[in-house]
């Protein structure tokens, strides 16, 4: 998948790719976990043979530059399942085929199945300075060992490798039964270009989203900068989760995102971000045409323009409408006409652009009941309408924030027809929302809706909780 391009794949797409090396064909998958730079935070990484150019394949070799002594970390979460670091030399495996391979090296066995491996580090490193331990736990960007040399290298770097199955050779750490290295897998990487390390390329080790564990009821994350959505996404993916909602917006020209997943069952969708109006349009109809139906649409602000973020399920429904990029008369000239053929607004997304607003809506032929959509209110319009629609016994069941003029405003859809424990909230910080949003799902509520909007160069947030 890529990781990015601000470019989100369909969640059931995984490609393989063909690898050729020493005269031998492997098809290689890609890993089913997503992994971080095995590095410290801060180190610049340079690639010099990833899985196309590694013999053999499927195998990464890199190393840190810049000077001092490089610190090699777990790639993501996981237990130690080997630890050899005894040996101190550096041998020449061409010119001694027969020698001993002896090396130093770590394994790590993750809840997917997958193991990574990390090689060459110096002696005594991983058990003496690291203090590692054969079935201690270890969190993604634990400490496991200092960049060495050790063993069949031909200088200073670290191999690293996921293997899948098949045991491990006491002598150089090798996986068992790999011949064409059918037990390697071609490693998916959070926050670099293309989500796949590439030879000659260099990266900034950093920490990223870290594995999502399966069996929540929701796994919801706010304020996600832009380059680390993808990889969140890949991590609750891998987890068995499916996209629920997103929202995009930006504080300061930097863009973050929303998001909300909820457990996958038999749920079959797709979801793409980051997309301009003609690509948004393009694949909204290759997947309709594929039997798909949107699910949310989102549009907000990104560093080269409007953006768009959707969500496809392939399910039944009632029909539907939906249009993207409209001006405010057009949006309500549609929405009048939409009404009156019994079409009711399941979401309605702002944008403010050259200080005009822009739409983006989705409808449903549904029975909604009393409802009300408002598009352009401030905090205090809103908080009005809030409470006139609480009266009239209509419960807010979407909202979407933005920044028009340099003042925040709401889009808010209420309808009758929702009932039951929900509530609703605006106007706070990362860590209110945080707080909140703890109180509202150990009540047992589910987060239906939360949107960012920029104030005074902090962001703020507004949520609808409900069960």
């Known amino acids: 998948m890529p990781s990015h391009r601000n470019l989100q794949s369909p969640v059931l797409l995984l490609a393989g790719c063909a690898l050729l090396a020493s005269g031998h064909a492997a098809a290689l ?24 150019k590694h013999d053999p394949p499927g195998r990464i070799d890199m190393r840190g530059t810049g ?32 020698k001993p391979k002896n090396n130093n090296y770590v394994w790590i066995e993750h809840a997917n199945g997958e193991r990574t491996k990390y090689t060459h580090m110096k002696q005594g490193s991983s058990s003496g300075k690291a203090k590692l331990k054969v079935g201690q736990f270890v969190k993604a960007g634990t400490y496991l060992g200092d960049e060495g040399d050790v063993g069949c290298a031909s200088g200073r770097h670290l191999h690293f490798e996921i293997g899948n199955g098949g045991g491990i050779k006491t002598v150089g750490g090798f996986l068992t039964d790999n011949a064409g290295s059918k037990r390697n897998r ?29 069996g929540a009821k929701e796994v919801a994350r706010h304020g996600v900068p832009s380059r680390d959505y993808q990889c ?11 996209l629920e909602w997103i929202d995009g917006f930006d504080v300061g020209g930097a863009v973050y995102y929303n998001a909300v997943f909820r457990p996958k069952g038999n749920t079959v969708s797709a979801a793409f971000h980051g997309l301009t109006g003609a690509q948004y349009q393009q694949r909204f109809n290759a997947f309709k045409n594929k039997g798909y139906r949107p699910h949310q649409v989102e549009s907000y602000n ?36 939409l009404s009156k053929q019994g079409f009711r607004p399941r979401n309605v997304s702002v944008v403010s652009v050259g200080g005009q607003r822009r739409y983006t809506a989705l409808y449903d032929k549904a029975d909604i009941g009393g409802w009300q959509a408002k598009s352009a209110l ?36 209420w309808s009758s027809k929702a009932n039951g424990p929900y509530k609703a909230r605006h106007g706070l910080t990362g860590g209110q929302y945080q707080s909140e949003w703890q109180g509202a799902t150990g009540a047992g509520l589910l987060t239906r ?9 902090s962001a703020r947030y507004a949520a609808i909780w409900s069960k």
């Open 449 to 457: 809706d939360v949107t960012g909007y920029g104030v005074g160069g």
């Open 378 to 413: 401030t905090a205090t319009q809103y908080q009005q309408a809030f409470n006139d629609n609480a009266q009239k016994k209509r419960q807010l069941v979407y909202l979407n924030a933005y920044v028009h003029g340099g003042q925040p405003y709401f889009s808010a859809i």
């Open 29 to 52: 998958d890609p890993s089913k976990g997503v992994y971080r730079i095995p590095y410290a935070d801060g180190t610049q990484v340079k690639v010099t043979n990833d899985h196309l």
């Open 67 to 98: 000077g001092g002594t490089y610190k090699i970390v777990a790639a993501a979460d996981g237990i130690v399942r080997h630890v050899v670091d005894g040996f101190s030399e550096r041998i020449d495996c061409k010119a001694n085929p027969d």
């Open 302 to 337: 990104g560093k080269q323009g409007v953006r768009y973020a959707v969500i496809f399920r392939k399910q039944a429904g009632p029909a539907y409408s939906a249009y993207h990029g409209l001006s405010a008369a057009d949006h309500q000239q549609r929405m009048d006409t």
């Open 186 to 214: 071609i490693p998916r990487v959070c926050g670099i270009a293309g989500g796949r390390y590439a030879s000659g390329q260099s990266y900034t080790a950093r920490k990223v989203p870290g594995t999502i564990k399966p």
């Open 232 to 242: 969140l996404f890949d991590q609750a993916i891998a987890a068995g989760y499916a």
